[in-house]
């Protein structure tokens, strides 16, 4: 039997449910500003050791992102086993996804930018490293 296959013994229970794997793949990500949240559907830990549950602060109750290897609250992003699903953490904390990237025209005329200068560079260190052999 596969890993989504239907079990015919209704008291067997699969490993991964087929509603559990169609939810990772609809989980939309929860940044807070830029940075990775704890809570977002697609913060994974490597250890599976982390909880979600709720605790009570001044009055109100809140999400909190539990560690069950040292007992306290998650420190996020940088805990070494700390990783996204669609690997949308950068090691600076931030999420990929909130991070805006350089338009595709910009990049190539910079590019071009970039590479007549350094072209200028190299024709002359050629010349110069000619001369040089010849001499000796």
Known sequence: M???SVSKNPDRHEFYSRREIRERELAEPKPLG???NNLCPLFRCAKNALVLSTKVIKGYTQKVA?????GDQCI??????AYCDRKALLPNGNCAFTVKFKDSEEFFT????EELGFLSKSRFTKKSSRRDIFVE
Do not use: A, S, V
């Not at 910079?110 to 930018?113: G, V």
């Open 110 to 113: 910079e590019l071009e930018r």
């Open 76 to 81: 996020g992003y940088r805990c070494q086993f």
């Open 34 to 36: 830029n940075m990775c």
């Open 66 to 70: 539990m560690c069950r290897l040292t």
């Open 2 to 4: 596969g890993k989504n």
